[in-house]
C-alpha cells in the first residue's frame, strides 16, 4: 500500500490549524478562538465517559456514607456536615450537567472548580479516616486520581492542578495531625507515582487528540482550496460571500467585490507551457491572498486565471487604492510574457464593485457588478483598475499599452 506523501503545511500560511502544527504547541494551548473550538470538540468526544465518571463517583459516595451510618453506627448529622456532606451535592450536580443540553456551557467551568475541590475535600476526609485506624478508603484517592485524568472531562492542565491540590491536601493533614512521618511519606509517595503515570500517558493522549484535531480541521479546509494555488475555491467563495453580505446587512457596512483576471493567460500558456503557467498562477495567488487581511476577508480562484476578493467595510477610496497595489505588486512578480501585447511582464486587470448591502440589492448583484467592470478593463486595455462605488461614480486607474 503506497503511504500519503505529508502535507507541505506551507501551502497554508492563512490556516490557524496549519499555524499551529507548525507551531507544534508545545504547552498544550491554542489561540484563544481555536482553543475554544477544541474544548467544544474535546468535551462532545468524552461525554459519555464524563457520564459514567459522575454517576460512579455519586454512588461510591453515597455508598461510603451509607457504610458511615449503618456499619459503623455514626450519627446522620455528623455525615452530612462531614466531608460526604459536600462531595454528594456536588457530584449530584455534576452528574446532572453531565446529561442535560447545559452540558457544553456548564459543565467544563464548573468542574474546574468542582473536581480539584472534591479532591482535596477527598483527600483531608480520606485522611481523618486514616488517622482514625481505617487506612482502605485511601486507595479511593488513588483511583480519583486517575480517573480525574481520562474520565473527568478535564485537559492535561486542569487535571494535573487537581491532583497536586489533592495530593497536599492528604499530606498536610497527615502531617498536621501528627501522623508518623514514614507514614506520610508513603501515602503521598504512592499518590505522587500515581499522579505522575496518569499525567504521563495523558499529556501523551491530549497531545494526540489536539494533533488530529488540528489534521482534520485542515483537511475539512482542504476541501474548501484550490489544489493548484492554496487558496478558497469557488464554492468556498459562494459561501462565505452570503455570510459577509449579511454582515454588512446587519452592521451598515459596505462590502467590495475585486475581481483580477491575469492579462493575456493563454497567450503564456501557448509560448511558455503549461507548468510554467501553474506556477505564475501560484505566484499572482500568494500576491491575491496578501491582500485578505482581516477574519472576513476573502480571497479564492474564481476559476481559471480568474480570482476573487471580498472585502469587509472599506471606503472606495481605500478599496481604490488597495487595487492599484495589488496590481503593482502583480505587475512587479517580473514574470516574464514576451508575447503580452500589454507590457513585457504579467499584468492583470481588476473589477471593482463597491456596495452598501440593503434590501433590494444582492450579493449576486455585487459580483456581477464586479464581473462587468473587469470586462470593461480588458476591453479598454488590460493592466488597470475599473471601479463603480454603490453611488455609481466610476473610476478608472492604471497602464494600458506596452512600450515600443
Not at 462532545?44 to 459503623?72: G, K, N, P, Y
Amino acid at each position: 500500500m503506497q503511504i500519503p506523501a505529508p502535507l507541505d503545511l506551507e501551502q497554508f500560511p492563512d490556516s490557524p490549524y496549519a499555524s499551529e502544527l507548525r507551531r507544534d504547541f508545545p504547552d498544550l494551548l491554542f489561540t484563544p478562538a481555536l482553543e475554544k473550538d477544541f474544548q467544544a470538540f474535546h468535551l462532545e468526544r468524552v461525554r459519555s465517559r464524563v457520564r459514567f465518571f459522575q454517576l460512579a463517583t455519586c454512588m461510591l459516595c453515597l455508598a461510603v456514607a451509607l457504610h458511615l451510618i449503618v456499619l459503623d453506627s455514626l450519627p446522620i448529622e455528623s455525615v452530612l456536615v462531614g466531608w460526604l456532606g459536600l462531595t454528594v451535592p456536588v457530584s449530584l450536580f455534576l452528574l446532572w450537567a453531565s446529561w442535560t443540553s447545559f452540558y457544553e456551557r456548564i459543565y467544563l467551568p464548573v468542574s474546574r472548580l468542582a473536581l480539584p475541590l472534591l479532591g482535596v475535600v477527598s483527600a483531608i476526609g480520606i485522611a481523618r479516616r486514616v488517622l482514625a485506624g481505617h487506612p482502605d478508603p485511601f486507595y479511593f484517592l488513588t483511583s480519583y486520581s486517575i480517573a480525574i485524568f481520562f474520565l473527568g472531562g478535564q485537559l492535561f492542565r486542569e487535571a494535573l492542578i487537581a491532583n497536586v491540590l489533592m495530593i497536599l491536601a492528604h499530606a498536610t493533614t497527615l502531617a498536621y495531625a501528627g501522623e508518623p512521618v514514614e507514614s506520610v511519606v508513603y501515602y503521598t509517595s504512592v499518590l505522587t507515582i500515581t499522579a505522575a503515570v496518569g499525567a504521563f500517558v495523558y499529556r501523551g493522549v491530549e497531545r494526540q487528540l489536539r494533533t488530529s484535531f488540528l489534521e482534520r480541521g485542515l483537511m475539512g479546509e482542504m476541501a474548501a482550496r484550490d489544489g493548484l494555488t492554496g487558496l478558497k475555491n469557488r464554492g468556498a467563495f459562494d459561501e462565505h460571500l452570503p455570510r459577509m453580505w449579511q454582515q454588512g446587512l446587519r452592521d451598515r457596512r459596505s462590502l467590495a467585490v475585486l475581481l483580477i483576471d491575469v492579462d493575456h493567460f493563454k497567450a503564456y500558456n501557448d509560448r511558455y507551457g503549461h507548468q510554467a503557467g501553474d506556477h505564475a498562477l501560484r505566484r499572482v495567488a500568494q500576491v491575491v491572498q496578501s491582500f485578505a487581511r482581516r477574519p472576513l476577508d476573502i480571497a479564492a480562484r474564481y476559476g481559471g486565471e480568474e480570482f476573487v476578493l471580498a472585502l469587509f467595510d472599506m471606503s472606495g477610496e481605500y478599496v481604490q487604492e488597495l487595487a492599484e497595489e495589488l496590481r503593482h505588486a502583480i505587475q512587479a512578480l517580473e514574470i516574464m510574457h514576451e508575447d503580452s501585447p500589454t507590457a513585457q511582464h504579467v499584468t492583470a486587470s481588476v473589477g471593482i464593485s463597491v456596495v452598501r448591502p440593503r434590501p433590494g440589492r444582492s450579493f449576486e448583484g455585487a459580483v456581477q457588478l464586479a464581473d462587468e467592470l473587469l470586462y470593461s478593463a480588458k476591453r479598454g486595455g488590460r493592466n488597470c483598475v475599473k471601479m463603480v462605488d454603490s453611488d455609481h461614480a466610476l473610476f478608472t486607474t492604471g497602464s494600458f499599452r506596452r512600450s515600443a
